[in-house]
Protein backbone atom coordinates (compact mmCIF):
# COMPACT_ATOMS: atom_id res chain seq x y z
CA UNK A 1 0.00 0.00 0.00
CA UNK A 2 2.83 2.78 0.95
CA UNK A 3 4.51 1.92 -2.51
CA UNK A 4 1.27 2.50 -4.47
CA UNK A 5 0.90 5.59 -2.17
CA UNK A 6 4.45 6.32 -3.53
CA UNK A 7 3.45 6.18 -7.39
CA UNK A 8 0.45 8.51 -6.63
CA UNK A 9 2.62 11.11 -4.95
CA UNK A 10 4.94 10.48 -7.94
CA UNK A 11 2.84 11.15 -10.17
CA UNK A 12 0.86 14.41 -8.63
CA UNK A 13 4.69 15.60 -8.47
CA UNK A 14 5.08 14.81 -12.37
CA UNK A 15 1.86 16.68 -13.55
CA UNK A 16 3.09 19.27 -11.45
CA UNK A 17 6.44 19.99 -12.91
CA UNK A 18 4.56 18.60 -16.70
CA UNK A 19 2.31 21.60 -16.53
CA UNK A 20 3.91 24.28 -14.47
CA UNK A 21 5.03 26.12 -18.17
CA UNK A 22 1.33 26.54 -19.30
CA UNK A 23 0.63 29.81 -17.00
CA UNK A 24 3.71 31.45 -18.61
CA UNK A 25 2.13 31.18 -22.38
CA UNK A 26 -0.69 34.12 -20.48
CA UNK A 27 2.29 36.13 -20.20
CA UNK A 28 2.32 39.26 -22.51
CA UNK A 29 4.88 41.19 -23.53
CA UNK A 30 7.73 40.25 -21.10
CA UNK A 31 10.98 38.81 -22.08
CA UNK A 32 11.40 35.46 -21.49
CA UNK A 33 14.17 36.51 -19.22
CA UNK A 34 11.96 38.43 -17.09
CA UNK A 35 8.96 36.07 -16.13
CA UNK A 36 11.54 33.30 -16.01
CA UNK A 37 13.13 35.08 -12.58
CA UNK A 38 9.66 36.18 -11.60
CA UNK A 39 8.40 32.44 -11.16
CA UNK A 40 12.11 31.39 -10.42
CA UNK A 41 11.60 33.86 -7.43
CA UNK A 42 8.61 31.89 -6.17
CA UNK A 43 9.95 28.96 -7.51
CA UNK A 44 12.99 28.70 -5.14
CA UNK A 45 12.59 31.56 -2.19
CA UNK A 46 9.48 32.31 -1.47
CA UNK A 47 7.30 29.04 -1.46
CA UNK A 48 10.28 26.61 -0.14
CA UNK A 49 10.74 28.22 3.35
CA UNK A 50 7.03 28.50 3.52
CA UNK A 51 6.40 24.76 2.79
CA UNK A 52 9.24 24.01 5.27
CA UNK A 53 7.84 25.90 8.06
CA UNK A 54 4.30 24.29 7.71
CA UNK A 55 5.86 21.06 7.59
CA UNK A 56 9.28 21.23 9.92
CA UNK A 57 8.94 24.27 11.67
CA UNK A 58 12.55 23.89 13.07
CA UNK A 59 14.03 23.71 9.80
CA UNK A 60 16.04 27.18 10.22
CA UNK A 61 17.89 25.03 13.29
CA UNK A 62 18.17 21.91 11.45
CA UNK A 63 20.32 23.93 8.31
CA UNK A 64 22.08 26.23 10.88
CA UNK A 65 23.32 22.93 12.59
CA UNK A 66 24.35 21.01 9.71
CA UNK A 67 27.81 20.02 8.59
CA UNK A 68 29.31 22.96 6.40
CA UNK A 69 30.59 20.60 4.20
CA UNK A 70 26.91 19.15 3.63
CA UNK A 71 25.27 22.13 3.13
CA UNK A 72 28.72 23.24 0.76
CA UNK A 73 27.56 19.79 -1.43
CA UNK A 74 24.40 20.17 -1.29
CA UNK A 75 24.38 24.21 -2.27
CA UNK A 76 27.03 23.19 -5.32
CA UNK A 77 24.36 20.97 -6.31
CA UNK A 78 21.53 23.18 -6.58
CA UNK A 79 23.68 25.59 -8.79
CA UNK A 80 24.53 22.88 -11.24
CA UNK A 81 21.10 21.81 -11.11
CA UNK A 82 20.32 25.80 -11.69
CA UNK A 83 21.91 25.75 -14.77
CA UNK A 84 20.43 22.85 -16.26
CA UNK A 85 16.96 24.88 -15.19
CA UNK A 86 17.71 27.64 -17.06
CA UNK A 87 18.99 25.50 -20.35
CA UNK A 88 15.30 23.37 -19.29
CA UNK A 89 13.18 26.78 -20.01
CA UNK A 90 15.10 27.36 -23.26
CA UNK A 91 14.68 23.92 -24.21
CA UNK A 92 11.25 23.66 -23.84
CA UNK A 93 10.83 26.99 -25.59
CA UNK A 94 12.60 26.05 -28.85
CA UNK A 95 11.35 22.54 -29.04
CA UNK A 96 7.77 22.63 -27.32
CA UNK A 97 6.68 20.70 -24.35
CA UNK A 98 6.36 17.32 -26.07
CA UNK A 99 10.36 16.89 -28.00
CA UNK A 100 11.77 19.47 -25.22
CA UNK A 101 10.97 17.50 -22.06
CA UNK A 102 11.31 14.32 -23.97
CA UNK A 103 14.81 14.78 -24.87
CA UNK A 104 15.44 16.62 -21.66
CA UNK A 105 14.56 14.41 -19.24
CA UNK A 106 15.65 11.24 -20.91
CA UNK A 107 19.18 12.30 -20.09
CA UNK A 108 18.16 13.58 -16.73
CA UNK A 109 16.49 9.78 -15.97
CA UNK A 110 19.67 7.98 -16.59
CA UNK A 111 21.61 10.44 -14.97
CA UNK A 112 19.62 11.10 -12.10
CA UNK A 113 18.74 7.50 -11.45
CA UNK A 114 21.71 5.59 -11.87
CA UNK A 115 24.73 7.74 -10.88
CA UNK A 116 23.92 7.91 -7.04
CA UNK A 117 23.37 4.43 -7.05
CA UNK A 118 26.97 3.86 -8.96
CA UNK A 119 28.48 6.46 -6.36
CA UNK A 120 27.57 4.40 -3.22
CA UNK A 121 29.15 1.12 -4.84
CA UNK A 122 32.46 2.81 -4.33
CA UNK A 123 31.64 4.98 -1.18
CA UNK A 124 29.15 2.43 0.88
CA UNK A 125 27.11 4.29 2.69
CA UNK A 126 24.59 2.46 5.40
CA UNK A 127 21.01 2.49 4.32
CA UNK A 128 21.78 3.40 0.76
CA UNK A 129 21.43 1.05 -2.39
CA UNK A 130 24.25 0.48 -4.54
CA UNK A 131 24.31 -0.52 -7.90
CA UNK A 132 25.82 -4.06 -7.00
CA UNK A 133 23.00 -4.21 -4.22
CA UNK A 134 20.41 -3.49 -7.27
CA UNK A 135 22.05 -6.14 -9.31
CA UNK A 136 22.08 -8.57 -6.81
CA UNK A 137 18.17 -9.11 -6.50
CA UNK A 138 15.39 -9.10 -8.92
CA UNK A 139 13.74 -6.16 -7.61
CA UNK A 140 16.89 -4.61 -8.26
CA UNK A 141 17.16 -5.51 -12.06
CA UNK A 142 13.49 -4.96 -12.55
CA UNK A 143 13.93 -1.07 -11.68
CA UNK A 144 17.26 -1.38 -13.80
CA UNK A 145 15.46 -2.81 -16.67
CA UNK A 146 12.65 -0.01 -16.07
CA UNK A 147 15.38 2.38 -16.48
CA UNK A 148 16.29 0.74 -20.07
CA UNK A 149 12.47 0.59 -21.20
CA UNK A 150 12.28 4.54 -20.23
CA UNK A 151 15.05 5.51 -22.63
CA UNK A 152 13.89 3.49 -25.29
CA UNK A 153 10.55 5.39 -25.14
CA UNK A 154 12.13 8.62 -24.96
CA UNK A 155 14.21 7.34 -27.91
CA UNK A 156 11.20 6.77 -29.50
CA UNK A 157 9.53 10.09 -28.76
CA UNK A 158 12.48 12.27 -29.89
CA UNK A 159 12.27 9.93 -33.60
CA UNK A 160 8.84 11.45 -33.34
CA UNK A 161 10.34 14.97 -32.99
CA UNK A 162 12.46 14.28 -35.95
CA UNK A 163 9.65 13.18 -38.17
CA UNK A 164 7.61 16.17 -37.12
CA UNK A 165 10.76 18.43 -38.14
CA UNK A 166 10.63 16.79 -41.72
CA UNK A 167 7.22 16.84 -42.33
CA UNK A 168 6.04 20.33 -41.31
CA UNK A 169 6.57 23.69 -43.22
CA UNK A 170 8.28 26.94 -41.48
CA UNK A 171 4.92 28.48 -40.97
CA UNK A 172 3.45 25.15 -39.53
CA UNK A 173 6.21 24.80 -36.43
CA UNK A 174 6.17 28.65 -36.17
CA UNK A 175 2.10 27.38 -35.22
CA UNK A 176 2.76 24.59 -33.64
CA UNK A 177 5.71 25.93 -30.92
CA UNK A 178 6.33 29.68 -31.92
CA UNK A 179 10.33 29.51 -31.83
CA UNK A 180 10.91 26.02 -32.68
CA UNK A 181 14.97 25.43 -33.36
CA UNK A 182 15.52 21.77 -33.65
CA UNK A 183 19.58 21.99 -33.51
CA UNK A 184 19.93 24.56 -31.08
CA UNK A 185 16.89 23.20 -28.82
CA UNK A 186 18.37 19.40 -28.86
CA UNK A 187 22.17 20.93 -27.74
CA UNK A 188 20.49 23.12 -25.09
CA UNK A 189 18.00 20.12 -24.24
CA UNK A 190 21.49 17.69 -23.57
CA UNK A 191 22.67 19.79 -21.24
CA UNK A 192 20.01 20.71 -19.26
CA UNK A 193 18.94 16.89 -19.24
CA UNK A 194 22.50 16.22 -17.48
CA UNK A 195 22.80 19.15 -15.16
CA UNK A 196 19.19 18.71 -14.16
CA UNK A 197 20.42 15.32 -12.37
CA UNK A 198 22.05 16.76 -9.89
CA UNK A 199 18.93 18.10 -8.14
CA UNK A 200 19.12 14.05 -6.90
CA UNK A 201 22.78 14.26 -5.93
CA UNK A 202 22.04 17.40 -4.07
CA UNK A 203 18.61 14.89 -2.14
CA UNK A 204 21.42 12.29 -1.46
CA UNK A 205 24.10 14.84 -0.31
CA UNK A 206 21.52 16.27 2.08
CA UNK A 207 20.56 13.75 3.18
CA UNK A 208 21.43 14.40 6.96
CA UNK A 209 19.64 17.32 7.32
CA UNK A 210 15.96 15.09 6.20
CA UNK A 211 17.35 12.20 8.83
CA UNK A 212 17.72 14.96 11.55
CA UNK A 213 14.01 16.30 10.88
CA UNK A 214 13.00 12.70 11.42
CA UNK A 215 14.81 12.31 14.58
CA UNK A 216 13.44 15.43 15.81
CA UNK A 217 9.92 13.69 15.78
CA UNK A 218 9.12 15.78 12.55
CA UNK A 219 6.53 13.61 10.11
CA UNK A 220 8.97 11.44 8.01
CA UNK A 221 6.19 12.12 4.59
CA UNK A 222 7.48 15.52 4.46
CA UNK A 223 11.54 15.23 5.60
CA UNK A 224 13.14 16.08 2.22
CA UNK A 225 11.43 19.73 1.97
CA UNK A 226 14.52 20.67 4.76
CA UNK A 227 17.22 19.81 1.98
CA UNK A 228 15.37 21.75 -0.84
CA UNK A 229 15.87 24.76 0.77
CA UNK A 230 19.04 24.37 0.47
CA UNK A 231 19.40 22.62 -3.08
CA UNK A 232 17.37 25.74 -4.24
CA UNK A 233 19.17 28.85 -2.94
CA UNK A 234 22.06 27.21 -5.30
CA UNK A 235 19.48 27.32 -8.32
CA UNK A 236 17.89 30.53 -7.40
CA UNK A 237 22.06 32.04 -7.40
CA UNK A 238 22.51 30.76 -10.87
CA UNK A 239 18.59 31.80 -12.40
CA UNK A 240 19.09 35.74 -10.96
CA UNK A 241 22.81 36.27 -12.40
CA UNK A 242 21.69 35.10 -15.72
CA UNK A 243 18.66 36.49 -15.78
CA UNK A 244 20.12 39.88 -14.32
CA UNK A 245 22.51 39.55 -17.52
CA UNK A 246 19.87 38.79 -20.12
CA UNK A 247 18.04 41.71 -18.78
CA UNK A 248 20.96 44.21 -18.97
CA UNK A 249 22.05 42.44 -22.46
CA UNK A 250 18.79 42.90 -23.98
CA UNK A 251 17.25 46.08 -22.37
CA UNK A 252 14.63 44.38 -20.79
CA UNK A 253 14.61 45.58 -17.05
CA UNK A 254 11.43 47.82 -17.63
CA UNK A 255 9.54 44.71 -18.07
CA UNK A 256 8.84 44.37 -14.50
CA UNK A 257 7.01 48.06 -14.53
CA UNK A 258 5.95 48.37 -18.30
CA UNK A 259 2.82 49.90 -18.31
CA UNK A 260 1.28 49.14 -21.49
CA UNK A 261 1.26 45.25 -20.46
CA UNK A 262 -1.26 43.05 -18.45
CA UNK A 263 1.08 43.80 -15.12
CA UNK A 264 -0.92 42.43 -12.55
CA UNK A 265 -1.61 38.98 -14.75
CA UNK A 266 1.77 39.24 -15.60
CA UNK A 267 3.16 38.42 -11.79
CA UNK A 268 -0.01 36.44 -11.13
CA UNK A 269 0.40 33.85 -14.21
CA UNK A 270 4.52 33.79 -13.22
CA UNK A 271 3.83 33.34 -9.56
CA UNK A 272 1.69 30.27 -10.94
CA UNK A 273 4.13 29.27 -12.74
CA UNK A 274 6.88 29.11 -9.97
CA UNK A 275 4.15 28.12 -7.41
CA UNK A 276 3.47 25.04 -9.32
CA UNK A 277 6.94 24.37 -10.32
CA UNK A 278 7.67 24.02 -6.63
CA UNK A 279 4.95 21.53 -6.47
CA UNK A 280 6.59 18.69 -8.33
CA UNK A 281 9.59 18.42 -5.51
CA UNK A 282 7.01 18.55 -2.62
CA UNK A 283 5.29 16.07 -3.92
CA UNK A 284 8.29 14.05 -4.85
CA UNK A 285 9.79 14.49 -1.11
CA UNK A 286 6.98 12.74 0.42
CA UNK A 287 6.58 9.78 -3.14
CA UNK A 288 10.72 9.31 -2.07
CA UNK A 289 10.40 8.79 1.72
CA UNK A 290 7.44 6.67 0.93
CA UNK A 291 9.50 4.22 -1.90
CA UNK A 292 12.91 4.14 -0.17
CA UNK A 293 14.86 4.12 -3.60
CA UNK A 294 16.06 7.04 -4.97
CA UNK A 295 16.64 5.36 -8.37
CA UNK A 296 13.01 4.05 -8.80
CA UNK A 297 11.61 7.48 -7.41
CA UNK A 298 13.51 9.80 -9.71
CA UNK A 299 13.14 7.53 -12.90
CA UNK A 300 9.40 7.25 -11.76
CA UNK A 301 8.99 11.01 -11.44
CA UNK A 302 10.55 11.60 -15.23
CA UNK A 303 8.41 9.11 -16.59
CA UNK A 304 5.14 11.47 -15.17
CA UNK A 305 6.94 14.49 -16.65
CA UNK A 306 7.21 13.09 -19.90
CA UNK A 307 3.70 11.67 -19.94
CA UNK A 308 1.98 14.81 -18.53
CA UNK A 309 4.31 16.94 -20.71
CA UNK A 310 3.13 15.00 -24.15
CA UNK A 311 -0.52 15.22 -23.12
CA UNK A 312 -0.42 19.30 -22.93
CA UNK A 313 2.01 18.78 -26.23
CA UNK A 314 -1.04 17.08 -27.77
CA UNK A 315 -3.60 19.31 -26.04
CA UNK A 316 -2.21 22.53 -27.28
CA UNK A 317 -1.92 21.24 -30.76
CA UNK A 318 2.17 21.35 -31.59
CA UNK A 319 1.67 17.55 -33.43
CA UNK A 320 -1.34 18.86 -35.45
CA UNK A 321 -0.30 18.76 -39.48
CA UNK A 322 1.58 15.74 -39.31
CA UNK A 323 1.19 12.24 -41.15
CA UNK A 324 -0.56 9.33 -39.24
CA UNK A 325 3.13 7.38 -38.69
CA UNK A 326 4.73 10.26 -36.59
CA UNK A 327 1.42 10.77 -34.41
CA UNK A 328 1.55 6.34 -33.94
CA UNK A 329 5.16 6.87 -33.32
CA UNK A 330 4.57 9.92 -30.46
CA UNK A 331 1.92 7.62 -29.04
CA UNK A 332 4.11 4.62 -28.87
CA UNK A 333 6.51 5.99 -27.17
CA UNK A 334 4.24 7.47 -24.54
CA UNK A 335 3.11 4.07 -23.76
CA UNK A 336 6.38 2.77 -23.57
CA UNK A 337 7.12 5.25 -21.05
CA UNK A 338 4.07 4.08 -19.12
CA UNK A 339 5.31 0.75 -19.07
CA UNK A 340 8.46 1.51 -17.58
CA UNK A 341 6.28 3.45 -14.87
CA UNK A 342 4.81 0.03 -14.21
CA UNK A 343 8.26 -2.07 -14.30
CA UNK A 344 9.81 0.12 -11.64
CA UNK A 345 6.80 0.42 -9.58
CA UNK A 346 6.65 -3.19 -9.36
CA UNK A 347 10.36 -3.69 -9.03
CA UNK A 348 10.27 -1.36 -5.89
CA UNK A 349 7.29 -3.21 -4.39
CA UNK A 350 9.32 -6.54 -4.31
CA UNK A 351 12.45 -5.03 -2.90
Not at 212 to 227: C, E, I, S
Amino acid sequence: MQILLGVFLHFLGGFASGSFYIPYKNVKGWAWESYWIIGGLFSWLIVPPLAAYLTIPGFAAIISGTNMNILLVTYCMGLLWGIGGLNYGLGVRFLGMSLGNSVILGYCSAFGALVPSIYYNFVPTPGKISFYDMMSHEGGRLVLFGVVVCLTGIAICGRAGILKEKELSEEKKKESVKEFKLVKGLIIATISGILSSSFNFGIEAGKPMAEAAVAQGFNPLFQNNVTFVVILWGGLTTNVIWCAILNFKNKTFGDYTKKDTPLLKNYLFSALAGTTWFLQFFFYGMGESKMGNGASSWILHMSFIILVANMWGIFLKEWVGVSTKTRVTITVGICTILASVIIVGYGNSIG
